[in-house]
């Protein structure tokens, strides 16, 4: 039987009760960590990811935390280290879309995305850093997008937060690396999801034809790079953006 990659690690990732974050998730617990996620509104989905975590004989915490709450962060860290005595991944995977044009944005449009997808990034792994620092040992794996590389029209607040992101990740890369912390992101482009559920079909139809793949990617195509950065297979990778769009991006 194959080695299970992360057999016992310990793993939070925020956003994980659907689509993508459920995804990476379940690819964890499948490898043979534990897995603490969070969830905003979906009780009943984050309940029924835990009990399929369960069923893969891994420990499941589900924590309802919305990724602005700084403070819940800091609590969110204690609570993971209380209950499974150790923390080794961080995977920061909540974000909203407040899609329109400048002109049409709000300041309420603007605050909810780079608050979210941004600043929770920042709010998470500064609850996380310093016990990453003190075991001289962790993996942080951040979603962006391929908006944050080759952002689109009417996308400013999210393509915003997305490249913020990767920047956030490259500074934080170089002041860690020192202490054997690695931290790379993600930057998926069009991925089957409720989100992309909610294009319309003339925007469906138009993104395809821009895709060299032509298709859609799928969530578990996102949580298999996930896996592999918090792996030892990519022991000698840090401060990366690896692009999973379909070669939208090229």
């Known amino acids: 039987m194959e080695e299970m990659q992360l057999l016992d690690k310990v793993a939070v990732v925020t956003g994980g009760s659907r689509g993508i974050g459920r995804s990476i998730v379940l690819a964890l617990s499948s490898q043979g960590a534990d897995c603490a996620f969070t969830y905003v509104s979906s009780s009943d989905a984050a309940a029924s990811l835990a009990a399929e975590v369960r069923a893969l004989?891994?420990?499941a915490l589900p924590v309802k935390l919305d990724a602005r709450d700084y403070d819940g962060a800091k609590a969110l860290i204690e609570?993971?280290?209380?209950?499974?005595g150790r923390f080794?991944?961080?995977v920061n995977n909540a974000g909203i879309t407040r899609?329109?044009?400048?002109?049409a944005m709000s300041k309420e449009d603007?605050?909810?995305?780079?608050?979210?997808?941004l600043t929770g990034v920042f709010n998470t792994t500064r609850a996380s850093i310093i016990t990453f620092l003190k075991q001289k040992s962790g993996n942080i794996v951040n979603v962006s997008s391929v908006s944050g590389v080759h952002p689109m029209a009417g996308q400013v607040n999210y393509a915003?937060?997305?490249?913020g992101v990767i920047g956030f990740t490259k500074a934080l890369a170089k002041e860690v690396a020192a202490y054997n912390v690695r931290v790379n992101a993600v930057a998926p482009?069009?991925?089957a999801s409720d989100m992309t559920a909610q294009l319309g079909e003339k925007f469906r139809e138009k993104a395809l034809q821009m895709i060299p793949l032509g298709r859609f990617g799928a969530a578990e195509d996102v949580a298999a790079a996930v896996l592999f950065l918090l792996s030892d297979a990519s022991g000698y990778i840090t401060g990366q953006v690896l692009q999973?769009?379909?070669g939208l991006g090229m």
């Open 189 to 191: 482009g069009f991925i």
């Open 99 to 103: 899609d329109r044009s400048l002109l």
């Open 79 to 84: 609570d993971v280290k209380k209950e499974f």
């Open 110 to 117: 603007w605050d909810a995305v780079i608050d979210t997808d």
């Open 244 to 246: 999973m769009d379909g």
């Open 57 to 59: 004989g891994r420990r």
């Open 160 to 163: 915003a937060a997305k490249a």
């Open 88 to 90: 080794d991944l961080l």
